[in-house]
């Protein structure tokens, strides 16, 4: 496949899933699509980093925009020159989607933040959060998942959902960046495309060998 069908490819790809990651972002700061709970801080800690919308969701798409217009770059010069540059924004958008990733999936098993019942009273916090002495984490035991936050309601399946979606789409982010990375090598190694960089190459060697001989 040609490299630069292989840049649309990616960008394409790496958009949708910015798009994913930022829908799930914005829904994780609304939980039962109610603002007053971000008004009122009472929202995850990692939803509030809105990593899935400058990091995996504006970053990512700007990284894509560039790769399809290195795409569309004529000339050897331009086009190494591009896949250059390419390599720069691949780990820019590497780095920002794998944090995304590692915040989402912290989110995830750390639990929601969450009004819930102490000895003497009810308060904000993170009840479902791993503890050695008590339990191994809440993903572990779905009994915890209706019986331990008060509000907002079915905020554990809402934060296990989209926690889940953003972290499997950033991480999806991350290996197309990291191949990227190794196309953008390939590309500015070998040209714009792999079948006419194989035929150079047999024709370089073919005049050597005349000339040799």
Not at 35 to 61: C, K, M, P, Q, Y
Not at 167 to 181: D, E, Y
Request: charge should be positive; hydrophobic fraction near 45%.
């Amino acid at each position: 496949m040609c490299v630069s069908r292989c840049l649309r490819c990616v960008a394409i790809s790496l958009v949708v899933l910015a798009i994913i990651c930022m829908l799930s972002n914005i829904l994780l700061l609304l939980p039962e699509l109610k603002i007053h709970f971000l008004l009122e801080g009472h929202v995850t800690r990692e939803a509030t980093w809105v990593t899935g919308l400058w990091g995996s969701g504006f970053l990512v798409a700007l990284g894509a925009r560039v790769f399809v217009r290195s795409s569309r770059a004529g000339g050897c010069c331009a086009f190494r020159r591009q896949m250059l540059c390419r390599v720069v924004h691949s780990v820019m958008c590497l780095l920002a989607a794998g944090f995304c990733c590692l915040v989402s999936f912290t989110g995830l098993a750390q639990g929601p933040l969450c009004l819930y019942n102490t000895s003497s009273t009810q308060t904000w916090g993170v009840p479902l959060q791993p503890h050695p002495d008590s339990h191994a984490g809440y993903l572990y035991n779905r009994t915890l998942w209706s019986g331990v936050c008060l509000e907002p309601r079915g905020v554990v399946q809402w934060n296990v959902v989209l926690f889940s979606v953003m972290g499997s789409a950033s991480g999806l982010q991350t290996v197309l960046c990291g191949a990227n990375i190794l196309n953008s090598v390939l590309g500015l190694i070998l040209g714009q495309g792999l079948c006419h960089n194989q035929v150079c190459v047999l024709s370089l060697i073919n005049i050597t060998i005349s000339v040799r001989t």
